[in-house]
């Protein structure tokens, strides 16, 4: 497949120029003055169990009925349906849910560590049903995240709906070194028009600068609680100088310490040697205080009090636990691009590649802190606290789209019901992002942003994962490959996720033949890769 330099688009009224690897929209269809989704099960995104059979009427890009249509197991009601819209999808006997809302996402592209297509990550995006990404930063700054989010917002390309977060602390943001510098970059956010910021670290009053001016400009903000800062940071600190919800649980169980003040460090630590960074983090929940305590109970309660929202990602630190089981999952060899896999693999020089001589008892220590993590999560999620979704992918082989959907069955082993999770992924996302009105449920008024889905995926999640879960036929006794999103709808445009997942499969075969790669299973060392550029 060719990625042209670039590519032309029509939007805000003329023609312009997109970055290379994406290309103008050509593959969705709509949207339709009338779009009507007949004899479904309805997954609301509220929380509501599903219930159907319903018709569901678009006109345009916004929902404008839902029609109950008769009972389970009976023959649909024709009396009374909605008329025949302009497009119609039969969906009987199908499960209809709001799009998914990814509250993680980074846009990598060609000339970043993962060079990869723009386009290889929205199509992947949309083939598990995301609507819609908050870009949490990228390589490329916060203009090229808006360009794209105008793109998206006028459907000149394939892409979910982008709000743009860019970084502020690392990963590519001007220097800052005072708080009037702080301010100047928190406007100059605003005006490439960033919906919100994802801080990182720096000194304190360069922080609650930052803060301040972004609570001005009426920024949503977010952070990582980056080691580096968490001495003066931690989540306790920032939640009270107005940050809005945090990534990941940096900042959290240094938050819960009560017999110290910092995380137990080894003598020789070097926070740039990421086989020390993520194997001590591994042991950061050991040290704070456990569920019930005093300290426990005040953390849990001062953050419910300040609305306070978390996107725990427990997804990106699955290989931590289990890296052979990360690294062998089975849409590498069709899904994941070869250059994507290199950056994968332990390179000093890739972040989040910190495999230098990874082990059972790094493993272990990580399965211990997922147990107690989860029993924060859960319990703040039981007291009503927002907990959303978020996958964090193109790092530590964590794939986009399916990444999102580990998430899913991530919440679940925290203890969250099917329906806790899905809501989480869709209504409790927009809220966090401040979009309710608009997106995460399906619900006369809003965008038309819906998947379709033949299994079930209250009763197993696993339904969703584009490369398909793998069941007894009992009619013959033969192993079947069912789920993988059918359709996704976008701002009423219509896809067909089942046609998106092939191309995407074939950008990897096509990047795996210019590289000299055999088709198959990925190699694990020796590997030797490098990107061809297509004639432009």
Do not use: C
């Not at 846009?107 to 990869?116: A, F, K, L």
């Not at 917002?153 to 860019?166: E, Q, T, V």
């Not at 849409?331 to 495999?355: I, V």
């Amino acid at each position: 497949m060719r990625f042209p330099a670039l590519a032309a688009a029509v939007f805000w009224g003329q023609a312009a120029a997109l970055p290379a690897g994406v290309e103008a929209r050509n593959d969705g269809q709509g949207p339709y003055q009338s779009l009507v989704i007949r004899g479904a099960t309805l997954i609301d995104g509220s929380g509501a169990p599903p219930f159907g059979p319903v018709d569901v009427v678009v006109e345009n890009n916004r929902i404008k009925a839902i029609v109950p249509v008769g009972a389970p197991g009976l023959p649909i009601k024709e009396e009374g349906r909605p008329a025949k819209g302009a497009r119609e999808i039969d969906a009987t006997g199908k499960y209809l849910l709001p799009g998914f809302i990814n509250l993680h996402g980074h846009i990598h592209s060609y000339g970043t560590g993962q060079d990869v297509p723009p386009d290889y990550v929205f199509k992947l995006w949309l083939t598990h049903g995301i609507t819609t990404v908050r870009e949490v930063g990228n390589d490329k700054g916060a203009e090229f995240t808006a360009e794209l989010a105008r793109a998206s917002a006028k459907n000149a390309i394939d892409a979910p709906r982008i709000y743009s977060y860019p970084f502020f602390g690392s990963f590519g943001s001007d220097a800052v070194d005072t708080p009037d510098e702080a301010r100047d970059q928190i406007r100059r956010f605003k005006k490439a028009g960033a919906w919100g910021v994802k801080f990182f670290s720096g000194p304190e009053e360069v922080l609650w600068a930052a803060f301040d001016e972004a609570n001005n400009q009426k920024l949503k903000t977010t952070m990582h609680h980056a080691q580096l800062a968490v001495a003066h940071a931690d989540v306790l600190d920032t939640s009270a100088h107005g940050l809005d919800s945090m990534e990941h649980w940096y900042g959290l169980p240094e938050a819960l310490f009560d017999d110290k003040a910092l995380q137990d460090y080894p003598v020789d630590y070097n926070y740039s040697d990421e086989q020390h960074r993520f194997g001590e983090a591994g042991k950061l929940w050991s040290q704070a205080a456990g569920p019930g305590t005093e300290r426990w109970n005040y953390v849990r309660d001062t953050l419910l009090e300040r609305n306070f929202a978390i996107i725990p990602t427990f997804t990106i630190y699955l290989s931590s636990r289990d890296w052979m089981r990360a690294r062998r999952a089975e849409w590498h060899d069709e899904y994941t691009m070869p250059s994507l896999w290199k950056f994968y693999s332990p390179d000093r020089n890739a972040h989040g590649s910190y495999w230098f001589d990874w082990g059972t008892e790094q493993e272990a220590a990580w399965r211990d802190n997922y147990r107690r993590w989860m029993t924060f999560i859960n319990e703040y999620k039981n007291k009503g606290g927002k907990i959303g979704v978020g996958e964090d992918a193109g790092y530590i082989y964590s794939t986009y789209g399916f990444g999102f959907v580990q998430e899913l069955e991530l919440l679940r082993e925290a203890g969250f019901h099917p329906l806790e999770a899905l809501r989480a992924a869709t209504l409790d996302g927009a809220r966090i992002l401040g979009a309710e009105s608009d997106i995460g449920s399906v619900q006369v008024g809003k965008k038309a942003d819906l998947v379709i889905v033949a299994e079930n995926p209250v009763a197993n999640l696993k339904v969703l994962y584009a490369s398909g879960h793998i069941k007894l036929d009992p009619a013959t006794n033969k192993p079947v490959l069912v789920g993988g999103v059918e359709t996704v709808i976008k701002d009423g445009i219509v896809y067909d996720a089942k046609a998106l997942a092939a191309e995407v499969r074939a950008m990897v075969a096509a990047e795996k033949e210019k590289a000299g790669i055999a088709p198959g299973p990925m190699p694990i060392v020796d590997f030797k890769f490098e990107r061809k550029e297509s004639a432009q």
